[in-house]
Structure formats: structure tokens, C-alpha cells
């Protein structure tokens, strides 16, 4: 008889997220429970209990988990197309997609309608280092910071609201369906432009 393989209380827990990514991804939010994760992993229900203390807290680690996973991305590919070796469009696609296809918004949205009101928090936080360690990277003075600012701010909030009413929305108004995408890409162009003429302009000091 197969002897199950006993992982680490780390292993098992990263092992419960994956499981429920996939769950949220094939059939949404909604089925993201703690029995449904752990008949995925073959973990008793008190093992999953043990980890995440409730399924709101399932959910919130899921949350966290998903926004360091998307973070991470596009950090790399804002690093990418600020040195040349990406497109601006790579990444709105990254950010889009997270929301969209990685089920992000989904669970954002359902978090907050089940009474969960701190739901959001993982991925502000998350998203919210990853502007801090973008910005001093790009930005010395405090104008050019809070551009970065407002435009992750811009570029989430498009990503968002796309993932929860893009598709009807485009449709009632007679738009291509990327009509958002292609907004956000032309933000973060104007946003590279601009950072180039602030890199040309002579030093002052």
C-alpha cells in the first residue's frame, strides 16, 4: 500500500494555497472551503484548520499568497520595460491577467461580500512594497515618486474593475474588449516618456 508522503508544516501549507489557486481559478471563489482544499491535497479537515484557522483565513492567505505571486511578476517586468528589454503592454497583461485569469478580483470581490471587510489588505500591502521598491529605483525627487504612485494606483484599479465588469461593460458600450488594457498601456507609455525627458534633463545641482 502507497505510504503518504509527510510534509512539513510549511510544505503543507504552501501545498493547501496551490490547491486553492486551482480551486479558484476552475470554479471560483465560492468553493475555496477548507474541506474542498483539503480533499485536493488528501489533508483532513483539522489539518487545514490547524494551518488557517477558519475559511475566511484560507482566504486571506490565498489573497496574500496570490499578491506576492503577481507582485513579484510585475516587478520583474517593470524592470524589464524600463530598461528596454519589455513592453509597456507586458505589463498591463501581467497585471490584468492576475486579476482576470488568476481569479484575484473574484476572490477580492467575494471576500467582501461574505463580511470579510480586511480582505483587501494582503494585496494592498503587497502591492503596496512593490511600489516602494520600484520607486526608488526610478524616482529621486518626490514628484517623480508619487507618479510611480498613481500610476500603480492607476494600473491596479484598472486591473480590478476589469476582472469585475470589463466584459459587459465594454459590450453595453460598443468597445473592444482590451479597450481597457490598451488605456493602461498607454498610461504606463506616457509614464516612460516622461521618466526619459526627467533622465535627459541637465543636472541642476
Excluded: Y
Excluded at 484548520?49 to 490565498?62: E, P, T
Excluded at 461574505?114 to 520607486?135: F, K, M, R, S, Y
Amino acid at each position: 500500500m502507497a505510504t503518504r508522503k509527510r510534509l512539513t508544516p510549511e510544505e503543507s501549507r504552501t501545498a493547501a494555497l496551490e490547491a486553492a489557486r486551482r480551486l479558484l481559478i476552475e470554479t471560483g471563489p465560492q468553493s475555496v472551503t477548507l474541506k474542498a482544499v483539503a480533499q485536493r491535497i488528501g489533508r483532513t479537515h483539522a489539518n487545514l484548520l490547524h494551518h488557517f484557522g477558519s475559511a475566511s483565513g484560507l482566504q486571506k492567505a490565498l489573497a496574500a499568497h496570490l499578491a506576492a505571486t503577481v507582485c513579484e511578476t510585475i516587478k520583474d517586468a517593470v524592470r524589464a520595460s524600463r530598461a528596454g528589454l519589455g513592453s509597456p503592454r507586458e505589463v498591463v497583461d501581467l497585471a490584468f491577467d492576475a486579476f482576470d485569469r488568476e481569479g484575484a478580483g473574484a476572490l477580492a470581490s467575494w471576500m467582501l461580500l461574505t463580511g470579510n471587510e480586511d480582505a483587501l489588505d494582503p494585496i494592498i500591502e503587497t502591492i503596496h512594497q512593490l511600489v516602494d521598491e520600484i520607486a526608488p529605483e526610478e524616482a529621486e525627487t518626490h514628484e517623480e515618486i508619487m507618479r510611480v504612485h498613481e500610476e500603480t494606483l492607476s494600473l491596479v484599479l484598472l486591473a480590478l474593475g476589469d476582472a469585475l465588469m470589463g466584459a459587459p461593460m465594454a459590450k453595453s458600450l460598443g468597445l473592444p474588449r482590451d479597450s481597457a488594457r490598451r488605456r493602461a498601456e498607454a498610461m504606463l507609455v506616457r509614464s516612460l516618456d516622461l521618466a526619459s525627458l526627467d533622465l535627459a534633463k541637465p543636472d541642476q545641482t
